[in-house]
């Protein structure tokens, strides 16, 4: 049972334009969300998390929306650049016992030039 | 800050032998590590959690006797995967919590570069 889904496994975006992935997930009691970037044979590279006491945070070109009621975020990236291209994964976590991550099955973005 | 590191980063054996892969982490203090497993182009899954001093809790599916971790120090965390077979070969990746936001809102894992076992 995939608690965690990232339903496009790929995504082609123009440099420059927007790139929105999305996750969506199951467990309502997941209170933290991140977004991880990897590259091939590459640990993962955190990337932004957020709350769930909020709905959106910002760090530069990187913003994730939470919608709780559909359990629900998305990553934007503004503007997309070629070094961007990377697999995203998403993960939500509880932030209480163990602390462990349940990760997205990945969307790998490709931003073209 | 945060570095976790991974040793080897990559590794070849026969099958039927054991392996061990380290997970540290350089500038800060790790109560909890974790280990995951990744296929190629699938997800990453978590395979067990590492406490210092404690028993590793292991994922439903995880076979303890085959997958053993060891987490004997704040810093030190490894993976031993016993008469390993070619199913086995995988990419392996720790991380590490930060023993200093235990508890916090920063709840932020940091990754190990990985390591790549192919058994033959």
């Known amino acids: 049972d995939q608690q965690v889904k990232q339903n496009s496994p790929s995504l082609s975006v123009q440099e420059g334009r927007i790139s929105i992935l999305n996750c969506d997930y199951t467990?309502?009691?997941?209170?933290?969300f991140l977004w991880y970037k990897k590259y091939p044979a590459e640990g993962p590279t955190f990337l932004i998390s957020?709350?769930?006491?909020?709905d959106k945070n910002e760090d530069g070109r990187f913003t994730v929306f939470l919608n709780k009621s559909a359990k629900h975020l998305s990553l934007h990236i503004v503007p997309s650049q070629p070094g961007d291209s990377a697999v995203y994964f998403c993960?939500?976590?509880?932030?209480?016992?163990?602390?462990?991550?349940?990760f997205g099955t990945g969307t790998r973005l490709k931003v073209l030039a | 800050g945060a570095v976790v590191s991974q040793h080897p980063s990559w590794v070849i054996c026969k099958s039927g032998t054991s392996v061990k892969i380290e997970c540290r982490s350089l500038?800060?203090?790790?109560?909890?590590m974790f280990w995951y497993r990744q296929f190629p182009k699938q997800s990453l899954m978590l395979m067990a959690t590492?406490?210092?001093?404690?028993?590793?809790?292991?994922e439903q599916g995880v076979e303890k006797d085959k997958f053993l971790i060891n987490h004997a120090s704040l810093t030190l965390s490894t993976l031993t995967v016993t008469s390993a077979h070619p199913e086995d070969s995988s990419f392996y990746i720790c991380?590490?919590?930060?023993?200093?936001?235990?508890?916090?809102?920063?709840?932020?894992?940091?990754f190990g570069p990985g390591t790549r076992l192919t058994v033959l």
């Open positions: 991380s590490a919590r930060d023993f200093g936001v235990a508890g916090g809102v920063n709840n932020e894992q940091f």
């Open positions: 467990n309502s009691m997941f209170d933290y």
């Open positions: 957020i709350s769930s006491i909020k």
């Open positions: 993960a939500a976590s509880l932030t209480s016992g163990t602390y462990k991550y349940i």
């Open positions: 500038d800060f203090q790790a109560t909890t």
């Open positions: 590492s406490n210092e001093g404690s028993k590793a809790t292991y």
